[in-house]
T-cell receptor, first 112, second 109 residues
């Protein structure tokens, strides 16, 4: 049982480049989330989804877009990467609201 | 919007000493969860508190939820090197989870 899988694990981008981070879960979870983690700032919610075909903005959505075309997948896109987007990105999922979150292993992104 | 703060940001303790981290929310929480993140790892769920004034224990870890449901604490008795990591609280509503800023614990052997 893989749980929550994030790809890629590491990525280096130049300013202005674009990329997509993929999150896949095999637990049939309804809710999925993207967080970024920066030193001293904890985990900040970027976007989330409460079901297939739905997305919503979190605390820090600017510069990111998301899509949830299939229930098991939640994609995070950066259209024009900026150095301020250098961070560790975590995807998480949960079956029911207020239940414990299951996290992926993270993607370490560096934008130069 | 809702904010969840944790103190301290960092804590260094000698092995065997106790450790406490505090979590404070700007709004009343329906419940609170605690997670542990080992260095280089991802957050892993520890426990959830739901009731006002609730206290739960897991071996050397004691979790409390405040009477007003706006604050919580995690206390570790007699820390061990395996306790190293960052501890996060998270306030959860119907489907939104807002994490605290985390407390990074280092245990010196």
């Amino acid at each position: 049982n893989a749980g929550v899988t994030q790809t890629p694990k590491f990525r280096v981008l130049k300013t202005g480049q674009s990329m997509t981070l993929l999150c896949a879960q095999d637990m049939n979870h309804e809710y999925m989330y993207w967080y970024r983690q920066d030193p001293g700032m904890g985990l900040r919610l970027i976007h989330y989804s409460v079901g297939e075909g739905t997305t919503a903005k979190g605390e820090v959505p600017d510069g990111y877009n998301v899509s949830r075309l299939k229930k098991q997948n939640f994609l995070l896109g950066l259209e024009s990467a900026a150095p301020s987007q250098t961070s560790v990105y975590f995807c998480a999922s949960v079956g029911q609201g207020s239940s414990p979150l299951h996290f992926g292993n993270g993607t370490r992104l560096t934008v130069t | 919007g809702q904010q969840v703060m944790q103190i301290p940001q960092y804590q260094h303790v000698q092995e065997g000493e106790d450790f406490t981290t505090y979590c404070n929310s700007s709004t009343t929480l329906s419940n609170i969860q605690w997670y542990k993140q080992r260095p280089g790892g991802h957050p892993v769920f520890l426990i959830q508190l739901v009731k006002s004034g609730e206290v739960k224990k897991q071996k050397r870890l004691t979790f409390q939820f405040g009477e007003a449901k706006k604050n919580s604490s995690l206390h570790i008795t007699a820390t061990q090197t395996t306790d190293v990591g960052t501890y996060f609280c998270a306030g959860s509503g119907t489907y939104k989870y807002i994490f605290g800023t985390g407390t990074r614990l280092k245990v010196l052997a």
